[in-house]
């Protein structure tokens, strides 16, 4: 038997789970800065956010078999030296097209960082621990939109925006340094895994055959869509129809962000007791009940801030729950190939949560009822999801400390 994992395994693993959100959270504060430096809108400089996005999502579906067949450090030296660099050109761009590129390349670069986080908890824990882990590297994630947007703005006004992403690629060193000098090795290459594009789709749609993956990374990120649409919505909701100031918006950010963080710390507990479906499935039902009253109330004009918040709240709390025991039982099956399949998994997160997303501008939603109703219907599918594929999975593999369950695929 492998001998328990250090604690400070948790700590990198966490600080790997943490360069996407710091990337893009970092440098929102300076988005009035970089418009006039750049001659352009803040709108334009949005983009950069968006071009993150597609670069992210690029990315984690390439890294997947990177990690498998060369290991888990090789590709994130060359993803973090690629980050870096990255970071480097944002700063010293001289037009928003140029920054934009940076940024697509950026991401490229950065998302190997969270796609080998995902894979290295099946490395270093064991399976019935793993929803544990997840639970706990959102905890350290959720530190992020409290910390990074006050950070960047403080640095942004002492040095320039140019800064940020200076101290974005000092923080990819420092990463590098851990993983070279502190990280043990936990996984051997597997050199059966191709790198062909034909054998790589191959791979990918094996790993999308397996029911108790589609079942739980889909309806997992169906639910944590509602989260995407809330980020997209929330200054429309506060600052524009409850008169929010710019600051009080700010704290109130921060502080619904805790139901995020209290969900996951929850879910540690109730996992200690209850199987991670049996959670996975009550936080759910829950999130939908919610999100449903939440349409029904805003409907009727009835809708106070605080009533407001309470609803989000509570949403948000469930999506705590349920996003670490999603990324635990979509990986539960698997003993190879786990990479691709956190690959796969993050993918389809991102990629859905940025469609559902989409729709508070597509619909030029200017009211909560809209907002609403767009939290809602991903909550819905994603429940939907859940109860179709449930019967789908003919045995399936717990995670819960009783469950040792495990089958090769």
């Not at 409850?242 to 700010?250: A, M, N």
């Not at 109730?270 to 759910?284: G, I």
């Amino acid at each position: 038997m492998k001998p328990p994992p250090k604690p400070y395994i948790i700590w990198i693993l966490g600080a790997l789970y943490t360069v996407t959100p710091f990337s893009i959270d970092l440098y929102l504060p300076a988005f009035a800065q970089i418009a006039d430096a750049l001659h352009t809108t803040q709108p334009r400089v949005s983009l950069s956010v968006s071009s993150y996005f597609i670069g992210m999502a690029i990315g984690q579906m390439l890294y997947g078999p990177l990690l498998d067949r060369y290991g888990r450090k090789p590709p994130l030296y060359a993803g973090l030296v690629l980050f870096i660099m990255a970071s480097i050109g944002c700063s010293q761009s001289s037009t928003v097209d140029v920054l934009i590129a940076f940024r697509l390349l950026q991401a490229l670069g950065g998302s190997v960082a969270s796609v080998a986080a995902m894979a290295m908890v099946r490395d270093f824990y064991p399976v019935e621990r793993s929803a544990t882990i997840f639970s706990l590297l959102v905890l350290i994630l959720s530190v992020s939109p409290m910390l990074a947007p006050t950070v960047g703005g403080f640095i942004a006004n002492s040095w320039g925006w140019g800064a940020v992403f200076m101290a974005l690629a000092l923080m990819a060193v420092a990463m590098i340094a851990a993983l070279f000098f502190v990280l043990p090795v936990a996984y051997e290459p597997d050199t059966s895994v191709s790198l062909r594009a034909g054998p790589m789709l191959r791979t990918f749609f094996d790993v999308l055959k397996q029911p108790q993956f589609y079942t739980y990374a889909f309806a997992g990120a169906f639910s944590f869509a509602a989260l995407f649409v809330y980020v997209a919505g929330s200054p429309i909701i506060f600052m524009e129809i409850f008169k929010i100031t710019p600051e009080r918006y700010g704290v109130i950010f921060a502080g619904l962000s805790v139901g995020i963080i209290g969900g996951s710390q929850l879910n540690i507990l109730l996992t200690r007791k209850f199987k991670n479906a049996s959670v996975f499935r009550v936080a759910l039902v829950v999130q939908v009940m919610t999100s449903i009253l939440f349409v029904a109330v805003a409907i009727q004009g009835w809708l106070t801030i605080y009533t407001t918040l309470a609803f989000i709240f509570i949403c948000l709390s469930c999506i705590g729950i349920i996003n670490p025991n999603a990324a635990a039982l979509s990986l539960a099956p698997f003993t190879r190939n786990i990479g691709s399949a956190s690959a796969l998994m993050g993918f389809t997160q991102i990629g859905i949560a940025a469609l559902a997303s989409s729709g508070v501008g597509l619909l030029n939603a200017t009211g909560i009822f809209p907002i609403a109703l767009l939290m809602a219907i991903p909550a819905c599918m994603a429940l939907a999801i859940l109860i179709i594929g449930q019967r789908t999975i003919k045995t399936p593999v717990g995670v819960s400390p009783s469950s040792s369950e495990m089958i090769t695929h």
